[in-house]
């Protein structure tokens, strides 16, 4: 099928339909000068572009992709996915900046869970993490919550802020209560 002739109508009704092929053309091929934009005048090059579209997805597909069924064709569908990529990703470097919190994500993590409880997690997460399709997303929840790596030495190993692993882990955890078919926050 060639979606390049696909117009914002049966782009924006494939998405809403959950056509796998229909989002990964729009979101890996067609959106991909708004990732590498955001990549560089966001981000200043230091994020992944691959966790940009991954973020941005799970954001759009929220509440069974309400913002898209918004949208209401008075602009082209990339426009209007880029002015809401830009704003979205705008407002949450400006989260991270304002984030002064000296907690770390093993507190964060360990907080109000008991012995049991953090067993039966961990045998759960092992079988969602086989089949989470972001390899990077499984390693950070491996290392923070399987193996009690620090998020500091994570976050150095990586060459990324602690700040951005928190943002990675979050985005993890979220891609993985969708692999669980959980809509719940899976940790409190």
């Not at 705008?90 to 109000?112: M, P």
């Amino acid at each position: 099928m060639n979606y390049d002739q696909y117009t914002d109508e049966q782009l924006v009704d494939g998405i809403v339909a959950g056509d796998a092929a229909v989002v990964e053309y729009f979101f890996f091929k067609k959106c991909k000068p708004i990732f590498v934009y955001i990549v560089h005048k966001v981000y200043d090059g230091r994020v992944n572009e691959q966790e940009l579209i991954n973020e941005l997805f799970l954001y759009l597909a929220e509440n069974d992709w309400y913002k898209v069924r918004q949208f209401d064709f008075r602009s082209k569908f990339t426009t209007w996915t880029q002015v809401v990529a830009t704003r979205f990703f705008l407002k949450k470097r400006a989260q991270l900046i304002e984030n002064d919190s000296d907690e770390t994500l093993n507190k964060r993590r360990e907080r109000g869970f008991s012995a049991h409880r953090a067993m039966d997690r961990r045998i759960d997460i092992r079988k969602a993490l086989a089949v989470m399709p972001n390899e990077r997303y499984r390693m950070v929840i491996t290392a923070l919550d399987l193996r009690d790596v620090s998020p500091e030495q994570l976050a150095e190993r990586m060459e990324i802020t602690v700040d951005n692993l928190y943002n990675i882990h979050r985005r993890a955890l979220a891609q993985l209560r969708l692999v669980m078919g959980r809509k719940e926050d899976y940790y409190d």
